[in-house]
C-alpha cells in the first residue's frame, strides 16, 4: 500500500483502522482524523474517531484514497473514545531506518529512537544509548501465542452451540446468547480490566420485600450448587454470572462452564418466575 504523505492529510478526512480480529475474519473500524498533532512519549501520533484496540493494534490506517495514514497504535485510558496511530512520518522514517538490515529482527527505542538490532544491544532488556527498557518482538506474547485469543473461543463456542456468530455477536466486544427463555450477556473488557463477564439475567427481585428476602434467601442456598457460576443481584436485576480472565479463557473450561451457566439460566429464569413471581 502506499504511504500517504503528511501534507495531503487534514481533520476531517475519512480513514479505516484495518486488522484481523481474533479467529475471525477481518474487520474495519471507521472514522475520521481528529488530530494530526497528537503526541504520545514524544512520538507523533494521529488521532481517530475509529476504535483501536487488541484486535486491529499493528494494523494500517487507511485513507479514502487507499493510502496508508499510519499504524494503529492503541485508545489512550483517559480518552477511550479516541484512537491513536504512529504518524506516517515516524513510519516512513523507520522504515528507511530498517530497510538496509530488512529480515532482521529490530525495534526503535521508545525513549531515544534509536534502531536497535537483536543480540546487538549487549544487555536485552535495556538501550544501549540511553538505558530505557525494551521488548523485542521475539519476546512479546509469546506464551500467548500458542492460547486461543476470547474471539476464537467464544468463536468456536458459538459455532458449537449450532448459532450463527453474526446473530450473537452486539459490538466489538459483546455477545448475546439466548437460550430457551433466558439470555446471558457476555462482555469482554479488553481495555480496562481484561477480564470477560458473562450474566444470563433472570428476572427482577419482587417489589414486595418479603418476597425479595424470600428470593436472596433461595439464590444463597443455590449459590452451594452453582460453582464456577454464581448468582449476582446489582440492584433489582438477578443474574447467573461466571467472570474469567482473558488469560485464562480457554475452551476447555469455557464449554462446560457456559453450558452450565446458559442451561440453568434457562430453568431458573423460569423457576423464580413460577415460585416468586420474578418478571422482566
Known amino acids: 500500500m502506499p504511504l500517504a504523505e503528511n501534507a495531503q492529510l487534514k481533520a476531517g478526512d475519512e480513514i479505516a483502522a484495518i486488522g484481523y480480529e481474533t479467529g475471525l475474519d477481518a474487520f474495519s473500524t471507521f472514522g475520521t482524523i481528529t488530530d494530526l498533532q497528537a ?8 488521532a481517530v474517531s475509529a476504535a483501536v484496540h487488541y484486535d486491529n493494534i499493528g494494523g494500517p490506517l487507511i485513507t479514502a484514497t487507499g493510502h496508508v495514514a499510519g499504524v494503529n497504535a492503541f485508545t489512550p485510558d483517559d480518552n477511550p473514545e479516541q484512537g491513536l496511530a504512529l504518524s506516517v512520518a515516524s513510519l516512513r522514517e523507520t522504515l528507511e531506518l530498517y530497510n538496509p538490515i530488512k529480515g532482521t529482527v529490530a525495534i526503535r527505542c521508545p525513549e531515544c529512537r534509536s534502531l536497535l538490532v537483536a543480540n546487538e544491544t549487549g544487555n536485552p532488556d535495556e538501550c544501549p544509548h540511553c538505558n530505557a527498557p525494551v521488548i523485542f518482538p521475539s519476546e512479546v506474547m509469546e506464551d500467548d501465542l500458542s492460547k486461543p485469543g476470547v474471539y476464537e473461543v467464544m468463536g468456536k463456542l458459538v459455532r458449537g452451540m449450532w448459532l450463527n456468530e ?38 427482577r427481585l419482587p417489589a414486595d420485600p418479603e418476597k425479595a428476602a424470600a428470593v436472596y434467601q433461595f439464590l444463597l442456598e443455590e449459590n452451594e450448587h452453582q460453582t464456577p457460576n454464581s448468582f449476582l443481584c446489582v440492584e433489582n436485576r438477578i443474574y447467573l454470572a461466571n467472570i474469567r480472565f482473558m488469560g485464562e479463557f480457554y475452551y476447555g473450561y469455557i464449554q462446560p462452564a457456559y453450558s ?7 430453568r431458573y429464569k423460569a423457576l423464580l418466575k413460577e415460585k416468586f413471581d420474578c418478571t422482566e
Open 166 to 203: 453474526t446473530d450473537v455477536k452486539r459490538g466489538m466486544d459483546n455477545w448475546e446468547i439466548p437460550v430457551g427463555c433466558a439470555t446471558t450477556y457476555i462482555e469482554y473488557d479488553y481495555h480496562k480490566s481484561g477480564f470477560v463477564y458473562a450474566k444470563g439475567f433472570l428476572g
Open 39 to 46: 503526541t504520545h512519549n514524544s512520538i507523533p501520533m494521529v
Open 260 to 266: 452450565a451457566l446458559f442451561r440453568d439460566a434457562d
